[in-house]
């Protein structure tokens, strides 16, 4: 009977208590071409501790299928080495998100980030965290993005959901920020650069710039995910995102969110629009995006041909 009883227990402990959900889906490549290292195990370990600790630390209680956890690419390359253990590199963060009824994967974020510097100690492979203190700026990095990453994916599934997982970003880059300058610390985390992390995440916070969130919800869960089933009203409503977003841009021009959104979403937003049978839509398009991503004016130009 007591055989019993014990499992029993256990289950009843395990439902009150649900585990944690994993919520990435993180495939990781770190590369060296840039510097001399003879020793490649090194970068493949380092590459396999990064990715397993995105992809084992629960970062939130949300509550994730194994198909549902998002799917994100980190390419980390080294740029150099100053001293035993100390890397400087250039990472690139590439989060993309399914789309209802299609096997299709849309980008939400694809940014690149100069300033990534960090030690990596291979006599340590678990790389240490706390969720109030800096222990280090590698997980400090990865924690930041994770959370980055899940709020955004939020948002796109409902009205400003990522809130407070930028809430969570910016207690991590506070911590980080308020270090004594060294070598590791000063990098990226404050005001000082405009194309830095600070800035994206100051960004999704500025109030003025809350058009940039709140399209996402339209742009993603009442545009692409119906586009199949309802095109006309999907493409209505990402014309509405996409006037939000204007007009965010108008009012801080060369604001980094929105750079970010034009790299992840110009060549999506030109396809979206090729086929309509709205002329007049197609035109606005063309006008609107061109005023603000001129970078890639000759893609909104290619649809009135």
């Not at 404050?190 to 742009?219: C, I, V």
């Amino acid at each position: 009977m007591r055989k019993i009883l014990i499992p029993l227990l256990l289950l009843f402990i395990l439902l009150a208590h649900p585990g944690r959900a994993q919520e990435l889906n993180v495939q990781v490549q770190v590369t060296a071409e840039n510097v001399a290292i003879t020793d490649r195990q090194l970068i493949q370990q380092m590459s396999s501790g990064i990715q397993n600790f995105l992809n084992t630390r629960p970062f939130t209680r949300l509550t994730f299928r194994p198909d549902e956890r998002i799917n994100c690419r980190l390419f980390i390359g080294i740029n150099k080495i100053p001293e035993n253990g100390l890397y400087e590199a250039t990472a690139r963060i590439v989060t993309t998100r399914p789309v209802y009824g299609t096997g299709y994967e849309t980008n939400i974020l694809s940014f690149v980030d100069k300033n990534w510097v960090f030690r990596y100690d291979p006599q340590v492979p678990v790389i240490d965290y706390s969720e109030n203190a800096f222990v280090g700026n590698l997980s400090s990095l990865l924690s930041f993005y994770a959370y980055l990453i899940i709020g955004m994916d939020q948002d796109s599934f409902s009205r400003l959901g990522g809130s407070p997982y930028y809430d969570q970003a910016r207690n991590i880059l506070n911590n980080a920020a308020s270090q004594s300058v060294t070598s590791e610390s000063d990098n990226g985390w404050k005001d000082a650069e405009s194309n830095n992390r600070y800035w994206l995440l100051n960004n999704l916070q500025d109030p003025q710039l809350e058009a940039l969130r709140s399209g996402s919800y339209a742009y993603y869960r009442q545009g692409l995910d119906v586009f199949i089933e309802k095109p006309v009203e999907a493409r209505t409503s990402i014309f509405s995102a996409l006037q939000g977003v204007q007009q965010a841009a108008v009012r801080r021009p060369g604001t980094l969110l929105a750079r970010s959104f034009f790299t992840a979403k110009s060549q999506e937003i030109t396809d979206i629009f090729r086929t309509t049978q709205d002329a007049q839509q197609k035109q606005q398009i063309v006008t609107m995006m061109s005023e603000v991503d001129p970078t890639n004016s000759a893609k909104y130009q290619a649809l009135l041909k």
